[in-house]
């Protein structure tokens, strides 16, 4: 199976694989990895390479956004690690990934699932022109 690792800025990656597992259930091979306040680019480059390590596989990483910490870490290991780095994680991306993953999945079809533009996951919402009170319901759970 695909490993997933999440990384970003303080508990965001955290959260959303709480989030993750609160919409999708416990999801094996799926971890985080937050860059604390403070914590030094290094010691942070060295957590994701231990993670990284652990992997048997080509693998995914999920990152908050291009051009920090997180992000300049993953991709400093690039040249080691045999892994995707996805950037603008979200939750939607997530769920579509975890959902659609099984043991046989590739990477790169992984890539394409979290790349599709229905998981980008922004749109304007106006319930008031569409006349009176609308919603959608989006529930994994079988309850």
Do not use: W
Not at 25 to 48: F, N, T
Not at 65 to 72: A, M, R, S, W
Not at 80 to 90: A, C, R, V, W
């Amino acid at each position: 199976m695909v490993d997933i690792l999440l990384i970003s800025h303080g508990p965001f990656c955290e959260g959303l694989l709480a989030s993750l597992q609160m919409i999708a259930g416990p999801q094996e091979h799926v971890e985080a990895l937050s860059l604390k306040e403070g914590q030094a680019p290094d010691d942070y480059r060295d957590q994701i390479e231990a993670k990284l390590k652990t992997f048997k596989t080509k693998s995914l990483v999920f990152c908050d956004i291009k051009g920090g910490t997180p992000y300049n870490s993953a991709g400093f290991l690039k040249s080691k690690y045999d892994f995707n780095l996805i950037t603008g994680m979200n939750l939607p991306m997530l769920i579509s990934v975890v959902t659609t993953r099984t043991e046989n999945s590739t990477v790169d079809e992984l890539t394409n699932t979290a790349l599709m533009n229905e998981n980008k996951g922004i749109e304007l919402i106006n319930l008031s022109s569409q006349g009176g009170h609308k919603h959608a319901k989006l529930s994994l759970n079988k309850d």
